[in-house]
């Protein structure tokens, strides 16, 4: 049990340590862009808060705020929680998702709401055909539709600044990854980080295994 413990520990130390050493480079940036998105609001029933893909960016930007508002005593289970996605797979309609770890089902609440990445804010966005991924999102202001061009360049912009990896031989580069990934990248290093990829959160995830398809055919 001791040794569990410890190991948890210096997982976790190297987590913090990997994103206070980052510093705060392009969280303005981030913070900007996510401020000029169309504001919603939903049912908030959480079916789509599962494993969430994200930039390197936007998982500093994580880190570093859950560190200024949480408690150690509060913060260490929370991202030990977060690596152990095999301990967080259910039943979402007719398929098992990884949750997201930071949707507490109880409460309801998004533990990291003010931070939470791009992919959940244009979720249920407006499209430029009057369509919605999910119909119960509403617009708090005058809707507003966010056109495919528009969500690429602020994507791009993102991309620009985050790390990039290899998924396949033919991948020209990969920055968009689980959160859980991340946390694998800073707490035992990039490759092992990808070997978990590929051989466990892509079979755990039907969405990843369709993308995994996809860029094994490129
Ligand atoms: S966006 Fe839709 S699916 Fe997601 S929590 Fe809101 S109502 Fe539920
Ligand atoms: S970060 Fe928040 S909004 Fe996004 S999937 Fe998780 S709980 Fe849902």
Redesign the pocket.
């Known amino acids: 049990m001791a040794s569990v413990d410890k190991r948890g520990s210096t997982f976790f130390q190297r987590i913090l340590e990997a994103s206070l050493g980052y510093g705060t480079f392009g969280l303005d940036l981030l913070d900007a862009l996510h401020e000029r998105l169309p504001k919603t609001s939903c049912n908030n029933c959480?079916k789509?808060?599962?494993s969430?893909s994200i930039f390197s960016l936007e998982y500093h930007r994580i880190i570093r705020d859950l560190m200024t508002r949480l408690p150690v005593a509060r913060l260490k289970p929370l991202l030990l929680r977060a690596l152990r996605f095999d301990q967080r797979l259910a039943a979402v309609g007719k398929e098992d998702r990884i949750r997201?770890v930071?949707?507490d089902d109880e409460t309801k609440v998004?533990?990291?709401?003010p931070t939470?990445?791009f992919a959940?804010r244009i979720f249920g966005l407006l499209k430029e055909d009057g369509t919605r991924e999910c119909p119960n999102v509403r617009d708090v202001n005058a809707p507003r539709t966010l056109s495919a061009g528009e969500i690429e360049s602020r994507q791009t912009k993102i991309f620009e600044v985050s790390e990039t990896f290899q998924v396949n031989p033919a991948d020209p580069g990969t920055a968009f990854f689980p959160f859980e990934f991340w946390l694998y990248r800073f707490s035992l290093g990039s490759e092992k980080a990808l070997e978990i990829y590929r051989e466990i959160l892509v079979p755990s995830s039907t969405p990843l295994t369709n993308l995994w398809a996809v860029n094994q055919k490129m």
Do not use: D, S
């Open positions: 959480g789509c808060c599962n969430i997201c930071f949707r998004c533990l990291i709401h939470r990445p959940c």
